[in-house]
């Protein structure tokens, strides 16, 4: 059962829904902003050379307008190309509101509930607890209700062969440290598995096919991609880059495609202004109701608590989630956002329909938060709040806390390496095949005076181990966004008994043990 104050939370979001639903034919003409005609340009040409990004494209839309909409450097490194309105970026993580939205549709015609329990369409859906498989519903799914730690199981399943189905019974494997409903844990496969409902309550029509056809077809977005590996193959792309583990380096895209409702989406700011414009006049585009207000309604109003408390940089003072985006006050007026999150590219789409404002960000290096520091920048302009240079002020931030995070980690691990200490065991000792019962097996072989570990359930990824001291080795993955971390293997009597290994922060943060065989 929601809280007394989540079901006020959620009576304030019906509210304010309400009375937005009608903002859009209201608002008189815009008039110029001086941020956006004075500064916009010179702003964030200062903030891509400060955060080393190599692309952005930007949007703005105002009162039914398209303010702004272009691009700004190169889409590949060395190479002539600019990034322009129809430079195509990966969405990743604002997929999700397309989700919500597909099953919002559907709850509107009758044919699901979101309250419905997740059982009633996936009858083999299985959490780890008997308690938690009986009550979880769609919402729940789409909520981040299931009390998982943030990306807990994605080391698994990210960049895998793993097919949905297979991700969705593997659920019932994840052991949850937080508790069902009462704690927010951003969880992707839960997307997974409400993605799943649509095939099961359509009679087969897949995620993808029923987003294309109730979405981005009526929406006239023809070149928005719901497959990662479509996107790949286009002409006109944002090239992925990554500064996390030393210079600015050209990354792989993510394949999210077996995760697909989660993140496997890609745009451009082009097609990004018709979503807004969606979203800004209360499910109508081009004059025609697309979706019906009560059901878009329900994709917004707040389900999960994050924070109630006041933010110390932002005049914000709630966060909620919806059904795939995140909601809250800001000045005074409510705003709808979503952040995405691909190897290379980190993106974000926003709106607040009491201002008649929607805007999105799109970048090509993963490791900064400029993206979200020209989100905040606007939303002051067009909110009125008092200036502030937000990308100075996120810099200022991330450089004090890398100061007080001590030696950049990368470096500390190659010191180590440079040792060139001897492990206390012969290579081949370490050698085998090992297993974690979520992720599957593993295999180390010896590969001269390193060893090398592969991962069949992820084709073409390898970890390099380097020995460092003790039993731990530097692991060092083909895919450079799994990271450069420390491996460690359990020995006793001599014997190798387990390995322990983790990918970077943004795969998952937690470490796996895999038994050796």
């Not at 370490?430 to 010896?446: A, C, K, M, S």
């Amino acid at each position: 059962m929601p809280t007394p104050t989540l079901r006020r939370l959620t009576a304030a979001a019906l509210l304010l829904g309400a009375a937005t639903a009608t903002q859009a034919q209201t608002t008189p003409p815009t008039t110029p902003n001086r941020f956006l005609t004075d500064s916009l340009d010179s702003y964030v040409q200062r903030g891509m050379r400060l955060w080393n990004i190599p692309g952005l494209a930007v949007v703005v839309v105002k009162d039914g307008q398209t303010l702004v909409q272009k691009g700004y450097g190169v889409r590949e490194v060395g190479k002539p190309a600019l990034v322009d309105d129809q430079t195509l970026f990966m969405i990743a993580s604002n997929t999700k509101l397309f989700t919500g939205t597909a099953l919002a549709k559907l709850d509107g015609e009758k044919k699901i509930s979101l309250d419905d329990r997740v059982t009633k369409y996936l009858p083999d859906f299985r959490l780890y607890d008997s308690t938690s498989t009986r009550l979880v519903t769609v919402r729940d799914l789409l909520s981040h209700h299931l009390g998982f730690k943030t990306f807990q199981g994605d080391f698994t399943f990210f960049k895998s062969n793993l097919e949905r189905a297979d991700i969705v019974r593997r659920m019932r494997l994840m052991k949850p440290t937080r508790e069902f409903r009462k704690d927010y844990g951003y969880c992707n496969s839960g997307f997974v598995a409400a993605g799943e409902v649509i095939p099961a309550v359509t009679g087969g029509t897949s995620w993808e096919e029923y987003v294309r056809q109730n979405l981005l077809q009526p929406l006239g977005m023809k070149n928005t991609f719901v497959s990662s590996l479509e996107f790949a193959r286009q002409p006109n792309i944002a090239t992925a880059y990554s500064n996390t583990f030393g210079p600015l380096a050209k990354v792989q895209f993510d394949n999210w495609d077996n995760m697909g409702p989660c993140a496997s989406m890609a745009s451009n700011v082009s097609d990004l202004t018709h979503w807004l414009r969606f979203q800004l006049d209360s499910g109508r585009y081009e004059g025609r109701q697309v979706l019906p207000w009560a059901t878009l309604r329900k994709t917004r109003d707040a389900n999960t608590i994050i924070s109630s408390r006041k933010s110390p940089l932002f005049p914000t003072h709630f966060v909620t989630y919806a059904l795939g985006v995140e909601s809250a006050d800001y000045n005074g007026r409510q705003v709808y956002w979503h952040t995405g999150g691909a190897s290379g590219q980190v993106s974000n789409v926003c709106f607040v329909p009491e201002a008649g404002l929607g805007l999105a960000v799109l970048t090509n290096n993963d490791n900064q938060s400029f993206f979200e520091a020209l989100r905040y920048q606007l939303l002051d302009a067009y909110l009125g709040v008092s200036y502030i240079d937000r990308s100075a002020q996120l810099l200022a931030r991330r450089r004090a806390g890398e100061l007080a995070a001590g030696p950049d980690p990368t470096l500390a691990l190659a010191a180590r390496v440079a040792k060139k200490a001897k492990a206390p065991l012969p290579l081949k000792a370490y050698v085998g095949e090992f297993d974690n019962p979520l992720f599957g097996r593993i295999q180390v072989t010896q590969k001269g005076k390193q060893l090398l570990v592969t991962l069949p359930t992820h084709p073409g990824l390898t970890a390099t181990l380097d020995y460092m001291d003790g039993q731990e080795f530097r692991a060092t993955y083909s895919d450079l966004v799994f990271g450069v971390l420390p491996a460690k293997f359990e020995v006793e009597n001599g014997q190798v008994k387990s390995l322990e290994m983790r990918a970077n922060d943004y795969v998952e943060a937690d470490s796996y043990v895999f038994g050796k065989l």
